[in-house]
């Protein structure tokens, strides 16, 4: 009889959820089958080798309470809401086949009353009368003893947020289409009417077992039972942390102008890991020694909120008198980088 295990994850914490995704295929015995089932509050999810900064709207995600993940693989963005559950399997290298996972996702899904079909090699459809629509993706790894398949089933998911919190390149735009993209997907209660994901839990655990004739042993995982793994504790610590989430980036220049009361501005950081290496403030504002101030206490910090206000602060203590226009220039950069 095969060993068989099942996550199942009780907190909504990207970054926990991530970590322990990372966690499975790094740590976990690779000779049995895992299913891990998991939810992530609103979440934008990055690719390993993408620049928040450029990609995400940070200010918006910000004002709308929506976290920042990045993953340990490469590709693009994607939303995170309750309206989604994502699932992970784990396999042993030489028994994986992808087919095994899709076959266990479709007989739950059929005791809800939903047929799909497959794909390509990442994607599941369901038929509808204009033709087939996507509710899923996945992705796939492996290293020389494992193999680890995941991915994403749509419920009710709003299909339109992820644009309000992405600032992508126009290239991109004229490429993809949004609306070509938009016509290809599907919730599943578009056919199965109040589905949630206890219903999908319900069911693809039950048709993980059948498949693989044994029985399971589950365990429930959550922000508490962290502290009680060192290794999962590494992997969270790592990826809620503040050097992968932002630091992790390639030199870059962020540029940013506006008119305000003191002059107009345009600002220009060029920031490399993280860290502001050097920054250049082109203004017709009649205060010098303000620019030069704000260079100086800018230069070398961490490219960040608490970073501006500290400037801002020194600022507005060694000019008193131009204490309302220092703080609107400070609304206006935090504005454009806070996070």
């Known amino acids: ?111 809800l009353g939903i047929t799909g079909e497959a794909s390509g090699r990442n994607d599941l459809l369901i038929p509808f009368p204009d033709g087939p629509r996507k509710f ?5 790894r492996e290293k020389k003893d494992r193999a680890f398949h995941h991915g994403t089933l749509l419920l009710h998911a709003d299909l339109t947020r992820l644009g309000n919190y992405l600032t992508p ?53 959550s922000l508490a039972t962290v502290n009680k793994n060192a290794e999962l504790k590494g992997h969270y610590d790592q990826l809620s942390s503040w050097e992968w989430l932002y630091g992790n980036t390639l030199e870059f220049t962020h540029k940013m102008d506006e008119y305000l009361s003191l002059g107009f501005f345009d600002f220009q950081f060029k920031v490399e890991d993280g860290v502001i290496k050097d920054v250049h403030i082109y203004t017709d504002c009649l205060y010098p020694s303000l620019v030069d101030e704000l260079t100086t206490r800018l230069k070398g910090q961490p490219y960040r909120g608490d970073s501006v206000k500290a400037a801002i602060e020194a600022a507005k203590t060694k000019h008193p008198d131009l204490i309302a226009g220092v703080s609107e220039l400070g609304q206006w950069l935090l504005k454009n980088i806070e996070i």
């Not at 899923?136 to 796939?140: H, K, L, N, Q």
């Not at 199965?192 to 059948?210: C, D, L, S, T, W």
């Open 1 to 111: 009889m095969k060993k068989l295990k099942v996550f199942l994850s009780e907190s909504k914490n990207p970054h926990l959820n991530i970590a322990t995704e990372e966690w499975i295929f790094d740590n976990l015995d690779p000779s049995q089958q895992v299913l891990f089932l998991w939810q992530n509050e609103e979440t934008v999810v990055i690719g390993r080798n993408q620049n928040p900064w450029n990609e995400c709207n940070l200010a918006k995600m910000k004002e709308d309470k929506v976290h920042l993940a990045r993953r340990k693989t490469g590709g693009g963005a994607v939303f995170h809401d309750l309206g989604n559950i994502c699932f992970t399997f784990l396999s042993p290298r030489e028994e994986y086949k992808r087919e095994n996972n899709v076959q266990i996702i479709f007989n739950a899904l059929k005791e």
């Open 136 to 140: 899923s993706g996945s992705a796939y």
């Open 169 to 221: 390149n126009p290239k991109k735009l004229q490429a993809k289409g949004k609306e070509s993209v938009r016509a290809r997907v599907a919730n599943l209660n578009e056919v199965r009417p109040g589905i949630e994901a206890k219903h999908i839990v319900e069911y693809m655990v039950p048709a993980f077992e059948r498949f693989y004739d044994g029985k399971a042993d589950i365990e429930m995982l």
